[in-house]
């Protein structure tokens, strides 16, 4: 009785093993290659917003691939009826991720960017908030900002102004010098930071700071190896607790 006890409990564990190994062989899979549903609702996701973008285009979705990468589904959509200077029609890479899906990359707009109006504005945009950030932070380096600008958008002479009219708002990126720099005194060069964006009536979604070792130790970089990351959106605040300080 007891034998027979024993081996039914080897076999339910053995199941239940079974069952876990699965489950983690399937999540596995999934993690590489997607899965049908989610494919699925992210081809819904796409269709749904071509539609509500591009109401006046003939639009059709060729191919989906899941990108392990980057966790999303990378498709490929072509514009019926127009033709391109070749003689083909025209054909965009859109990505679509998250667990609710959501368009990450519009392959339409992207074709449309002004890329030389919008390398001019950036430039402009990162010379002005260089300086304003010297001013309170003087151990500010360097600033980087992505900003998009369509064509038609804004006309071809327009000057950088935070009251500029952009559909996105400003990602902004700023290197700092760690030298006797703790992760109190980085929460505080973001909190100024912040100060001067939301003065100056920025329109900005995410900053993140980067705080460098620019010594002797850092070799020939210029900008040295990161030693403290800070990050914050609009109206957000952070405190020495949320700065990362990273290993080198």
């Known amino acids: 009785m ?6 039914k409990g080897m076999y ?3 199941l239940v093993l079974l069952g876990l190994l699965g489950l983690l062989v ?4 999934n993690s590489l290659n997607g899965n049908p549903l989610s494919k699925w609702l992210a081809q819904r996701e796409l269709q ?33 009826g127009v033709d391109a200077d070749k003689g083909e029609p025209a054909e965009y890479e859109f990505s679509v991720g998250g667990w609710i899906p959501k368009v990450k990359v519009d392959g339409i707009r992207s074709a449309n960017l002004d890329m030389p109006l919008m390398e001019r504005l950036r430039g402009e945009a990162e ?10 932070v003087p151990a500010v380096r360097e600033v980087s900002v992505q900003l998009e600008v369509v064509k038609g958008q804004l006309a071809e ?5 935070p009251s500029l009219k952009l559909d996105e708002p400003l990602y902004i990126h700023v290197v700092t ?23 100056g009536g920025y329109d900005y979604g995410h900053v993140t700071i980067n705080s460098n070792v620019m010594d002797d130790e850092a070799g020939k970089d210029p900008y040295g190896y990161v030693k403290y990351v800070a990050r914050f959106d609009k109206g957000g605040k952070v405190s020495a607790g949320d700065v990362e300080e990273v290993t080198k």
Request: charged content about 35%.
């Open 48 to 80: 749904q917003f071509m539609v509500e973008h591009y109401p006046e285009k003939r639009l059709r979705i060729e191919k989906g691939f899941y990108d392990f990468k980057f966790k999303r589904y990378e498709f490929r959509v072509k514009e019926i």
């Open 127 to 136: 010379a002005e908030l260089q300086a304003a950030f010297a001013r309170r």
């Open 12 to 14: 339910i564990a053995l």
């Open 177 to 199: 010098d760690a030298a006797g720099a703790s992760k109190q005194q980085v929460a505080e060069a973001a909190a100024e930071i912040a100060a001067v964006l939301d003065a």
């Open 26 to 29: 399937g999540s596995l899979y």
């Open 157 to 161: 002479n327009a000057a950088w102004t």
């Open 2 to 7: 007891k034998t027979r006890k024993k081996k």
